[in-house]
């Protein structure tokens, strides 16, 4: 899930930072307005937006250019001289360079955000869409300081700085390569397989496979996804989805050239990382299988536990550092999530008509608020939080930091319409969502067998919480709202679940959460264990009571790290040295090149070459490679995607 930042400001080592909340008001002012604000903190913004510069707190002179398509505007300093790159109005052409002339050749740099995002309420989002691409950020004389948030999740190919500090977190999405343009045919859609989530439907196209500037149309990607792309009346291009569920793709391999002797194979298209430094905290590797969390709630005591997840052997025990909240009511069906407010990670609850937030790595309270109708079930995406009733049979999108400041239900931006399902389909009460896709999963019941056309089944429903629009002559923007993707039979080995069709009665068995990009069905709570369908298997929790309510999982022990997390290819990561950091590719990792590397985890699916001169404390995880074991590297044949990581923030 992605980091939704605060409105109070935030402090990182000594540096005080001010929200993006205050960025988004900021952005209202007109543009003259702007300029002088800007320009009152140290920068000033020249060739239309597209040239920013100004005084480093060391007294160098720093010049950020955009270098074809797009602009600059809304980029801004904080009070501590550190960059908050904005930018907008991009293509697969665009370029970011950055560059610093004298008071020591180098600059703090506090994040690197869309503008199309900001202005969505989701700066930080995991998914990508409704962001404009990029092909390269290359500020060499720039170090993301810690507690830094670099986001590129709607697409880029190459990124340069000289270091990434503690606590930060880098998102990225590999775009497709240009220049060589193919049509896209029309796209179509089918259902998705049971407990498939990375998207509901996939879009077929040609066999395209790159992405031209000023381009629209799907590409597909080696793992199974296809990207949808727009490009407006400027040029300017935004990742508008991205459906189907993600598959590893093995070494990818690319067609030798003429006369190239086979023992130098081509590099794979894909990201392209270059960093001097990276400095995390960490005193040894995280391993991201045995580290994760989630949570479920039991209705026989009326308490919250905390698990531990072992999604090595897929099992979970109760967490014996995490005391069991107990929940106000202890109601006998509760709604249960994972979310965002500022950059806190909390755990939302329903009881009745009042959700309750507890701090999901401490457990402190952390507000709550009421409702005119009682909620049955809660999930959160990345710009919204969702609650749903029995009582009317409808999900609303809310705004949770207002919602929990006002201690009552507050409308997300936009104020979306409530949803309803369509007639025959009745939502049971499990919700949930997964990172890096905009769209949340409903447990539902229908008569699904046309074979027993009076007997009600268990289902799944998709549903999109927010879409790309073009807007003539201004761009593409990113709304909340709304819409029904596909409705699944929950089939176990071709067998259809049948349920009450009573909506007001409890339905043993529809508590939904999400394990990563798994959604997580409770199945059964029998011989003292809760099973937990996963896509990939089962998770057998060491627990006897049944559980009405999942979560989604997450990661604490990654706080400190430098959280370097791809979707797709990863062609190379290079860098002088790397501590702490925290390298999660759900993609063909290929190439990994450091002099040193101390107290860090790298994982990718697959990982191809490993060239690490001095290694030290350091875990590598692979699926399945050509070449196994080699150089050290611990294969896991049945390795799922791990992520899209984010830091808690505690």
């Known amino acids: ?21 205050h960025l988004e008001a900021r952005r209202l002012l007109s543009l003259g307005s702007l300029h002088q604000a800007v320009a009152s903190a140290g920068g000033v913004f020249s060739n239309h937006d597209r040239e920013f510069r100004y005084l480093t707190p060391t007294g160098g002179h720093a010049t950020i250019t955009v270098v074809g398509l797009g602009n600059l505007a809304g980029t801004t300093l904080d009070s501590a001289g550190d960059l908050q790159l904005v930018y907008g109005g991009t293509n697969a052409y665009s370029k970011i360079v950055g560059s610093v002339q004298g008071g020591g050749g180098h600059a703090p740099l506090a994040s690197i955000l869309n503008r199309q995002l900001i202005d969505a309420g989701a700066p930080e989002s995991l998914s990508g869409i409704g962001g404009n691409v990029l092909e390269s950020v290359l500020m060499r004389d720039f170090d993301l300081i810690p507690g830094g948030t670099i986001n590129l999740t709607a697409g880029v190919n190459s990124v340069v700085l000289n270091s990434i500090g503690a606590d930060t977190q880098v998102n990225l999405r590999a775009l497709p390569p240009a220049p060589t343009p193919t049509p896209t045919s029309s796209s179509s859609s089918s259902s998705s397989s049971f407990l498939s989530s990375g998207s509901s439907s996939s879009s077929s196209s040609s066999s395209s496979t790159t992405l031209e500037a000023r381009q629209s149309g799907t590409v597909t990607t080696p793992y199974g996804t296809s990207n949808t792309y727009v490009s407006d009346s400027t040029g300017a291009q935004t990742l508008t989805a991205v459906t189907g569920t993600f598959t590893s793709a093995g070494n990818i391999q690319e067609p030798l050239q003429t006369g190239q002797p086979p023992s ?62 107990h929940v106000p009511g202890a109601p006998a069906v509760a709604g249960l999530s994972l979310a965002r407010v500022g950059t806190q990670l909390v755990v939302l609850i329903g009881s009745g008509t009042t959700v309750y937030a507890y701090n999901a790595t401490t457990g402190a309270p952390a507000g709550s608020f009421t409702n005119p109708f009682p909620i049955n079930s809660i999930a959160s995406t990345d710009t919204a939080t969702e609650l749903g009733s029995y009582q009317t049979n409808q999900l609303r999108m809310i705004n949770l930091a207002a919602s929990l400041q006002t201690g009552t239900i507050q409308p997300a931006q936009g104020q979306p319409r409530p949803f309803t399902p369509a007639a025959g389909f009745t939502f049971l009460g499990g919700l949930t969502s997964v990172p890096g896709v905009n ?26 919480t927010s879409q790309a629009i073009a807007i003539p002559k201004d761009g593409t923007v990113l709304v909340n709202g709304f819409s029904s993707v596909t409705q699944t039979a929950v089939t176990q080995q071709g067998t259809y679940t049948n349920v009450a069709p009573d909506p007001q009665v409890y339905q043993p068995g529809i508590a939904l959460g999400s394990v990563d990009q798994s959604l997580a069905l409770e199945r059964s709570a029998t011989n003292g264990v809760n099973v937990v369908n996963l896509s990939s298997g089962s998770l057998v929790l060491d627990y006897a009571d049944p559980l009405v309510a999942l979560s989604q999982n997450f990661r604490p022990d990654v706080v400190g790290s430098a959280l370097i997390d791809v979707q797709g290819t990863l062609q190379s990561i290079r860098g002088r040295q790397a501590v702490g950091m925290v390298l999660n ?26 060239e690490i001169n001095q290694r030290s404390n350091v875990s590598v995880v692979s699926s399945t490679r050509d070449v196994g074991k080699r150089n050290g590297v611990d294969v896991v044949s049945k390795l799922q995607p791990i992520g899209p990581l984010s830091q808690p923030n505690d």
């Open 264 to 325: 130098i194979p081509p590099a794979p298209p894909g990201v392209i990382l270059k960093v001097n430094r990276i400095t995390g905290t960490l005193s040894g590797p995280v391993n991201l299988q045995t580290d994760s969390k989630m949570f479920g709630y039991d209705p026989i005591t009326g308490e919250l536990i905390r698990f531990n997840l072992n999604l090595a052997n897929d099992t979970g025990t109760p967490d014996p550092t995490f005391a069991p909240i």
């Open 1 to 21: 899930m992605g980091r939704r930042l605060s409105s109070a400001q935030r402090t990182r080592k000594g540096r005080t930072r001010p929200s993006w909340e």
């Open 439 to 464: 769209a949340v999963y409903a447990t539902v019941a229908a008569t699904f067998n046309s074979f027993q056309p009076t007997l009600t089944q268990l289902g799944t429903e998709t549903i999109k």
């Open 585 to 610: 590719d759900t993609g063909n990792l290929n190439l990994v090149k450091f002099n040193s590397v101390a107290n860090s985890t790298i994982v990718g699916l697959p990982i191809n070459h490993l």
